[in-house]
DNA sequence: TAGATTGTTAATCGATTAACAATC
DNA sequence: TAGATTGTTAATCGATTAACAATC
């Protein structure tokens, strides 16, 4: 199985909207493969999800062609080579930056590790927090993430800092020769270009929610049209 | 100042993209506010966010003309425009469900109080947490959303159970006569459509950022190409 | 006035959906 | 074979960028 930095050498990076929905698609295949099915449809794959059939066999065609006419996909095998497409048949090593209530709840979060993301290493700049113990864990300081991260292989650094820090660590990620950056501050971060950033803005996030809710819309969700809303009483009502 | 349901009645509501930006601009504006700048222009505005100056207008004049030609913006108007326009010109009462870490760390996190959002109401199901306090406020059993939440005036819930509750809990948001849900279950819901779904999914987020960093190429991030990147050494290294 | 900057139209670009021959 | 379903091309749709007359 080959390790390379592309499953396509030579061609661009796959669009944002269609790396999200290959984890939905990745999220959903892991689910039916949990039922038991051993091949599945563009259209099994897509409809839950709110996703055209036409759309998921564009989406993979992207990256090759996985199905057989006729037949569909079968499951163990689009699981395993989407995994390798998104880079995460391996482990991921992540530093995380800032152990506010946010930081220390991303450290409690066991959802990270069961998809191959492992916390090992923590930095905070806060005189009563450094040298501390979280989680087994030593509390550094933030400046010494370049002396220490590339030690542990860090790939990643979870920015969970003020908004008004968070530049000044993009500094110390680069120095210490990081190449992704998973940033929870709300700050437009400035970086040079080997460098990688998701955002993940959870004030823009509720503001987006508030603006729905006071136009009284729907967006970006599955209604009854694309799939059937069935109440199921009794389920969790005592 | 009018409260009604949309700024452009009978129009359609905005593409999901436009007010994401919208949510940036505002933080820009309030970011020159707070440097005593009184206006601004529209590429003062969008180039520190990556943005074109024509993207800025383009996403504004979907709502309305704010601008003067040859001036550029007020802004302090266009702050309470904006926040007219996304709805949060007013408070925002938020029931939290689900108290595991990442329910409990949003109830700690502070950045939301400041921008108009409250956690008025605590929902769990785990009898070690139903009927205890956090934060003074008492955990009630979930199924309890449409008797008590009502009288709260909760319009949004934050949704942080499992996976497979967090179709169980649409239910219950759905009788209880929310309609708003921000949805942090990995898990896509199936919502009548009188209701407005957002999600934030880390796992996809993380995933990306693996993309991303396994691929080695930039995107989603403002490189020196567009804003220059300076090292500002000295500003965190001891 | 000259320079700056808007709002808007037109041009470009990219993403989604529809349609269908190929194939199991 | 007949039915199902792919991969792919063409058609549609929407979003971004460029250009510029209008205006302060």
Redesign the interface.
């Known amino acids: 199985m080959s390790q390379g ?2 499953d396509r050498p030579g061609e661009r ?2 669009p ?1 909207a269609v ?2 929905r290959v ?2 698609y ?2 959903r295949l892991e689910s039916l493969q949990r039922r038991g099915e051993v091949t599945t449809s563009s259209s099994q794959l897509g409809l ?3 996703i055209h059939d036409a759309q998921v066999r564009k989406d993979l065609a992207f990256f090759g062609q996985f199905g057989c006419p006729g037949i569909g996909y079968r499951i163990d095998d689009l699981i395993s080579t989407l995994r390798r ?4 048949d391996r482990e ?1 090593c992540i530093a995380l930056v800032g152990l506010g ?2 930081g ?3 450290l ?5 590790r069961g ?1 191959g ?1 492992r916390i090992l290493a923590l930095y905070d ?1 806060d005189p009563d927090k450094i040298g501390k113990t979280f989680d087994d864990m030593v509390v550094r ?3 010494d993430l370049p002396h220490s991260a590339p030690g542990l292989e860090i ?2 650094a979870a920015v969970c800092v003020p908004a008004d ?1 968070a ?3 993009v ?2 990620v ?1 120095a210490a020769g990081i ?4 940033n929870f501050a ?1 700050q ?38 694309t ?1 059937p ?1 069935r ?3 009794g ?4």
């Open positions: 930095r592309s990076l796959a944002k790396i999200g984890s939905l990745l999220r839950p999800l709110g497409i998104l880079g995460i991921w209530n946010l220390q709840a991303l409690k979060y066991k959802g990270f998809r993301f700049n300081p933030i400046a790939e990643m820090s530049q000044e660590v500094e110390l680069v190449p992704g950056i998973l709300p437009t971060l400035i970086v040079p270009n080997q460098l990688s950033v998701v955002n993940v803005d959870l004030s823009i996030q509720l503001e987006h929610l508030a603006y729905q809710v006071h136009n009284q819309q729907v967006a970006g969700s599955i209604t009854p049209q799939a809303f109440s199921r009483r389920s969790l009502e005592s």
